[in-house]
Structure formats: structure tokens, C-alpha cells
């Protein structure tokens, strides 16, 4: 990780300008076997977790997306209409759109 790090660090790395230090801590790193501890443990993430990997090998063998989770969207074809949406709705006042109410 430090490895990797390292690089992206001196890829993005332009002279001249300001930086400021930061760093990660990661403690407690477990393989992806060991399950999590839990405070009140009922078995079901133990259930869950085997129900997530019928359903990735599901997937897997029948195609992504032939099952999904009831909370998932079911298309990517939605998408937002901004078209009316000024250009600078957040910076300008004279850009935002005038609504009046009679009554």
C-alpha cells in the first residue's frame, strides 16, 4: 500500500506547489475470511453474508445483473434534466430564476 502510494504521490507532485501533511492509520487489517466481531451477534450476519455470495455466484454464472437486491436501481437509463438549471446557480445571484406567486 505504501508502495502504491508512494507513486501516486510523485505522479501528482507539481514543484513549487503548497502542501499540506496528512496520513492514514489502518489498524486491525483482517483477511476477508475472518468475519467482523459484533457486539450483539444473532447469526445474521453470518446468513447475510452467505446469501451476498449465492447471489454474486448467481450472478456470476447467469449474466451481472440478473439478480438484484430489492433496494437497487433497476435502470441507469434515468438521469437528472438540468437543462434548466442556470449556469452558476451557486455563485451568481442574477443567474437564479425568478419565480412569482399570485394570489
Same mark, same amino acid.
Given at each position: 500500500?505504501?508502495?502504491?502510494?508512494?507513486g =501516486? &504521490? +510523485?505522479? =501528482?507532485? /507539481?514543484? @513549487?506547489?503548497?502542501?499540506?501533511?496528512?496520513?492514514i492509520?489502518l489498524?486491525? =487489517? +483482517?483477511?476477508?475470511? /475472518?468475519?467482523?466481531?459484533?457486539?450483539? %451477534?444473532?447469526g445474521? &450476519? +453470518?446468513?447475510?453474508?452467505?446469501?451476498s455470495?449465492?447471489?454474486?455466484?448467481?450472478?456470476?454464472s =447467469?449474466?451481472?445483473?440478473?439478480? #438484484?437486491?430489492? @433496494?437497487?436501481?433497476?435502470?441507469?437509463?434515468? @438521469?437528472?434534466?438540468c +437543462? !434548466?438549471?442556470?449556469?452558476?446557480?451557486t !455563485? #451568481?445571484?442574477? %443567474?437564479?430564476k425568478? /419565480?412569482?406567486a399570485? /394570489?
Amino acid at each position: 500500500m505504501i508502495k502504491a502510494a508512494k507513486g =501516486l &504521490a +510523485e505522479r =501528482l507532485f /507539481v514543484e @513549487g506547489r503548497a502542501y499540506k501533511k496528512a496520513g492514514i492509520v489502518l489498524g486491525g =487489517l +483482517e483477511a476477508s475470511d /475472518v468475519p467482523q466481531a459484533e457486539f450483539f %451477534d444473532d447469526g445474521r &450476519a +453470518e446468513r447475510a453474508g452467505r446469501l451476498s455470495r449465492a447471489v454474486d455466484g448467481l450472478n456470476a454464472s =447467469l449474466g451481472a445483473g440478473s439478480l #438484484r437486491w430489492a @433496494g437497487e436501481k433497476a435502470s441507469t437509463a434515468w @438521469g437528472s434534466r438540468c +437543462e !434548466t438549471q442556470s449556469p452558476c446557480w451557486t !455563485t #451568481r445571484w442574477e %443567474d437564479l430564476k425568478a /419565480v412569482r406567486a399570485s /394570489v
